[in-house]
């Protein structure tokens, strides 16, 4: 990452969060001096007195007077679902560019849709600049350009680790809404884990089930290939939950129930300690079909939560710094399939049949993952 614009200001919403946190202080480690905000006076300004950074507090409903003089604004508070749509309007209003860490399925579509508001504001409008999406985007659009009569498109992930409260509190939220693919161009819902396939994510056959990940948009928009399935590497324990949803939808959503389950997540959930985030890592998997052809991509890229501190950061500089296209965008629309690669510690096989035919590493990869043909 190159040295951040000194003249070039971005606001960081949910700075206090687990994840919030964690890109707060990588910011300050690389050179930017991002403003923290977030809705909770307390923790917002004990985050920015422990960076020496500046602050805000204020609600997204309010976000207009706050976005007015920065040029972007990073948001790291999730439920997007009731974060992204206000300061998307405020972001619109007031000129500034958007960027987020969503992986919510509807938030994209929501946003997708204003995207002709923004090329008339002059901004960019980029969510999912995290592990939710930016590496299955990446994957998606590099096999689109290997394949590029493509017809159908499918990706799947297979991660370590643990996850955070405010990532746990989104999936507890949408777990009554069913799962979705794409077909013929169109969203499709369907019960989560509706198929299962074994998928070699490079360490052996896994089993998998399709799951309603934001590719499901964001891919058609990078790629425009019409019909694209999600899929995540889940214990048996955890298929047999999945599939009890399409039973319990109703029950999981009800008030009374969501409000214990998220007072269970604050009780007991803390998310990946230093060493799960050093030492953990994500696979990822990408098959590209046309009539007669099938061609498979892999990525290996850091832990989920480390990696969304590096393409964040990554992403929000490139924007500031007017490599953006103005408009709704992907990570992959904006800038490349070769994104993912800028991040330390990457490395991306591509296959044909069984047989390796190129391997890719970004910087600071292992020796072993420079660029090579075999």
């Known amino acids: 990452m190159s040295d951040p ?8 919403y949910g700075a206090y969060g687990y994840t919030g946190r964690l890109v707060a202080e990588a910011a300050v480690e690389r050179g930017f001096e991002p403003i923290l905000a977030g809705r909770d006076p307390e923790k917002v300004e004990a985050t920015a007195s422990e960076f020496g950074l500046p602050h805000r507090t204020f ?10 003089d920065v040029d972007a604004v990073l948001n790291c508070a999730g439920p997007f679902e009731k974060t992204a749509d206000p300061m998307v309007d405020a972001c619109i209003d007031e000129g500034t560019h958007y960027l987020d860490i969503t992986g919510e399925l509807s938030v994209f579509e929501r946003i997708k849709r204003r995207g002709d508001e923004a090329e008339e504001a002059g901004v960019t409008l980029l969510p999912g600049v995290g592990f939710d999406v930016v590496p299955t985007d990446c994957l998606a659009a590099h096999l689109k350009r ?3 009569e493509a ?7 297979d991660a370590s680790g643990t996850i955070s409260k405010g990532t746990l509190k989104t999936v507890l939220s949408g777990i009554g809404d069913g799962g979705a693919v794409r077909e013929d161009g169109d969203l499709r819902w369907v019960p989560v884990g509706h198929k299962t396939r074994a998928i070699d994510f490079g360490e052996g056959l896994k089993r998998a089930v399709t799951i309603p990940w934001g590719d499901v948009s964001t891919a058609h928009v990078s790629t425009g290939i019409s019909n694209v399935e999600v899929y995540a590497a889940v214990p048996p324990e955890g298929r047999r939950l999945l599939a009890a949803t399409k039973y319990l939808g109703g029950v999981l959503d009800a008030a009374p129930v969501q409000y214990l389950l998220h007072r269970l997540v604050d009780r007991y959930v803390e998310g990946p300690d230093e060493r799960t985030r050093e030492e953990g890592y994500a696979l990822l998997w990408g098959e590209a079909r046309s009539p007669g052809n099938r061609l498979v991509s892999r990525l290996r890229t850091p832990e989920t939560y480390r990696l969304t501190v590096e393409t964040s950061l ?13 408009g709704y965008q992907t990570p992959a629309s904006a800038f490349g399939p070769d994104l993912i690669l800028e991040v330390p510690g990457t490395e991306r096989v591509d296959l044909d049949g069984d047989e390796v035919v190129e391997r890719v590493g970004g910087p600071e990869a292992d020796d072993e993952a420079t660029t090579r043909t075999t």
């Open 5 to 12: 614009d000194t003249d070039a200001t971005f606001l960081l």
């Open 59 to 68: 609600d997204v409903r309010e976000a207009s007077t706050f976005v007015d």
């Open 314 to 326: 990554l992403c929000t500089e490139k924007v500031l710094s007017g490599e953006a296209p103005t």
């Open 146 to 148: 290997r394949l590029p």
């Open 151 to 157: 017809t159908h498109l499918a990706l799947g992930l």
